[in-house]
Every structure is written in structure tokens, then in C-alpha cells.
T-cell receptor, first 109, second 114 residues
Framework: GEDVEQSLFLSVREGDSSVINCTYT??????LYWYKQEPGAGLQLLTY?????DMKQDQRLTVLLNKKDKHLSLRIADTQTGDSAIYFCAEVGANNLFFGTGTRLTVIP | DVKVTQSSRYLVKRTGEKVFLECVQDMDHENMFWYRQDPGLGLRLIYF???????EKGDIPEGYSVSREKKERFSLILESASTNQTSMYLC?????????????FGDGTRLSIL
């Protein structure tokens, strides 16, 4: 399978911005996804970016894509305690998605 | 909204038992997937299915089998449960063949094998 890498942990203070980073391996991936997993729940699709885009903004979320470096990031502005969760990036494979290990975001009040 | 329903949120079984995990989706999706999630390892694909009666091995199929007798239902079977199969199991579905469509997940089944 593909090797999608993320840092395991991130802590930020409430109101600050969070940046979650991801590196992927397949330059032919057409879409890249961000999923959010709240405690005890399944994964919820948060946002996605098409590979011909550099940036996508959706309210407090900004996705940046650097195809040259195969680097994807998710920025959450004005982070709230409700944003505490595990965030997974995923890239498209031949028949499936390949997920990173997930980054556990902790928001400190 | 897509609804993926896993039959149990928590399950406790004994070593050697045959265990069935059930998943149902209500959006007529062709593709269905079973993952297990372990701390520090992310999601690992066990099996997936493109259509009724079709199945493909994922990255870690050993010790598991699957059944897709109806389009909406995808079952994961642990033939003889072992303690190293204690994990969170996640089912997902997506429309059409190919990986371009996002997957929709159930809430997961936390399985403990004693």
C-alpha cells in the first residue's frame, strides 16, 4: 500500500490556529481527503481537495496542497474545544483510499 | 445523508469463537470496506467488495473472511477469534468502482477478544 505519514499528536490553545500536516506518496492521486474522528465514533469526511488545486477554503478550514513536495496540510482557524479529535488524511489508490496514521488534536481551554 | 450502520458498538468474545460483524448501508453503494483501527497504525484495510458476491483482499486479510450476499450488507467474519484481533473495526461504503469517491463510515465496533 501507499505510505501516508502524519504526526501523531498536536496540542493548541483554544482560539489559536491548528495546522495538521500530511505527506503522501502517489503523485497521480486525483483527490486528497481529510477525515475527522471524534471519540468513540467513526470517520467523518471533513473536506477534500482536487489535485489540480493549490488551496481550498471552507469556513474555518483551509487545505493547502504542494504537489511538488507531496505535502498536504489542514489549517483550522480559531480552534475550539469541539475540534479535539483525530484527523486523518487519505489519498486515492487504484481501488481504495490510503489513510495516514491520524493526528490527535488536543485543544487546551 | 448516507447511513452506514454497524450492528454493535461494543462486543466481547472469547478466543476461538466465530465472530460476525455486520454492516449495512442505505445508499445503494457498490463498494464496501472493512478496516481495523489500532493506535499508532491508523486504518488498515482488511477486505473490500465491489459488488454482490465479489470480494478482494486488503492489506491484512489473514484470520478474516467476508460475505456480501446482498448489496447493502457486508459482513466481516473472524473464523477463530484470537486476542490479537482485539481492535476497533470500521465499515465504510462508497459509490461506483475506483477510489475517487469519498468513503462514508459507520460508527465502528470495538471488539475485545478475551
Amino acid at each position: 500500500g501507499e505510505d501516508v505519514e502524519q504526526s501523531l499528536f498536536l496540542s493548541v490553545r483554544e482560539g489559536d490556529s491548528s495546522v495538521i500536516n500530511c505527506t503522501y506518496t502517489d503523485s497521480s492521486s486525483t483527490y486528497l481527503y481529510w477525515y475527522k474522528q471524534e471519540p468513540g465514533a467513526g470517520l467523518q469526511l471533513l473536506t477534500y481537495i482536487f489535485s489540480n488545486m493549490d488551496m481550498k477554503q471552507d469556513q474555518r478550514l483551509t487545505v493547502l496542497l504542494n504537489k511538488k513536495d507531496k505535502h498536504l496540510s489542514l489549517r483550522i482557524a480559531d480552534t475550539q474545544t469541539g475540534d479535539s479529535a483525530i484527523y486523518f488524511c487519505a489519498e486515492v489508490g487504484a481501488n481504495n483510499l490510503f489513510f495516514g496514521t491520524g493526528t490527535r488534536l488536543t485543544v487546551i481551554p | 445523508d448516507v447511513k452506514v450502520t454497524q450492528s454493535s458498538r461494543y462486543l466481547v468474545k472469547r478466543t476461538g469463537e466465530k465472530v460476525f460483524l455486520e454492516c449495512v448501508q442505505d445508499m445503494d453503494h457498490e463498494n464496501m470496506f472493512w478496516y481495523r483501527q489500532d493506535p499508532g497504525l491508523g486504518l488498515r484495510l482488511i477486505y473490500f467488495s465491489y459488488d454482490v458476491k465479489m470480494k478482494e483482499k486488503g492489506d491484512i486479510p489473514e484470520g478474516y473472511s467476508v460475505s456480501r450476499e446482498k448489496k447493502e450488507r457486508f459482513s466481516l467474519i473472524l473464523e477463530s477469534a484470537s486476542t490479537n484481533q482485539t481492535s476497533m473495526y470500521l465499515c465504510a461504503s462508497s459509490p461506483r468502482q475506483g477510489g475517487n469517491q469519498p468513503q462514508h463510515f459507520g460508527d465502528g465496533t470495538r471488539l475485545s477478544i478475551l
